[in-house]
């Protein structure tokens, strides 16, 4: 395992991770106190994942004609200079909105190709532990930064100024670890599936996906403003994040662990089952502050849970140009899910005072009927495996 290599992509996507905590509920929180509406605070916190959207159509063109040192180097500088200018960029919706555009366009490049990167390094019999630090290491550094905003207010222009100098750090970090060499990428003919074509192939980890961005656009962008108008205090909405975020952190070692001592499909469900049953049970929990803070880490943690099981379901299944298309296809998923997530939502919360909550369970509960089937057809072969063994 290249360890060097493996390093360097961890620490890249932990400030990916950072800057993503750190900027979404800082757009928001000053959306909010500008007067703005959980709609329009809901569209503009969307525009990142459509940058990601647009990131998974361009992976294919910057593998075949860049290096892989290069690919990062200029998707680390695009995100460097949009959350450089954020300060100077909320006098204009306009400028605010390209800048949340190329943030998502250059994270999205990174991300797909770095979760390809990281299942091609993992030895089977430990994917399910190397994934979980990988999705530990991107959760931890996000969970700085609703902690940051907590700890300086949102108004404060040292959260850009360090979010743009960790993006300084990873540019020296790819440029001493990531090698200057191109990835073996083959022609569309080449591939069992298009981009398109992966939700036939795999829709349980399609739907789990979609699920998991939802919930982290939802929950960094829209859970201060749910909890403000509920009664809590701005410091304590964003510390709220926080606490989601921690339980995802602290858990998916554990899950990953896990995951490779269990059949991996039936604990993807019971993460599914616990994620809707305390989705269902939000609004109540408001009520109880004593339980609502550890249901929170459970939250945070089967949530994360779901995305991580799917990484290594992915890393199990697919080899070589598939799971570089299977990767670009989750990145073109995670932006439906994060555009559609603070969308939808902002919404339902003007419809509803809890139309958050309901909308959680309702994802939650998609993935668990596809959850379900999978796990269902995965029993159905080991049984068949098992006489000719």
Known sequence: MNMRLLAGLLFAVSVVGFSLGASLPLVSLRLHEAGAGTLEIGIVSAIPAAGMMLSAFMVDACCRLLSRRTIYLLCFSLCALSIGLLEWSFASIWLLALLRLALGVGMGIAIILGESWVNELCPEHNRGKIMALYATSFTGFQVLGPAMLALVGANSPWVTGVVTACYGLALLCILLTVPNDHVEHGEE???????????????????AVLFFSFFDAVVLSLLPVYATSHGFAIGVAALMVTVVFAGDMLFQLPLGWLAD????????????????????????????????????????????????????????????????????????????????GPLVSGAAMDVAPHGLPMALAVMAGLFVCFARQAWRRAGRVSVEVSPGQ
């Open 189 to 207: 003919d080449d591939k069992s599936f298009t981009l398109g074509g992966f939700f036939r192939v795999a829709p349980a980890l399609c739907v």
């Open 261 to 340: 001592r269990v059949e991996r499909t039936g604990l993807h469900l019971v993460c599914g089952l616990v994620a809707m049953a305390i989705g269902i049970a939000l609004p109540w929990l408001l009520q109880m502050t004593w339980l609502l803070w550890p249901l929170l880490v459970v939250l945070g943690a089967v949530a994360g849970g779901i995305y991580t099981l799917a990484l290594v379901l992915i890393g199990q299944r697919f080899k070589g140009k598939d799971l570089v298309t299977a990767n670009a296809s989750v990145g073109l998923l995670w932006g439906v899910g994060s555009l559609v």
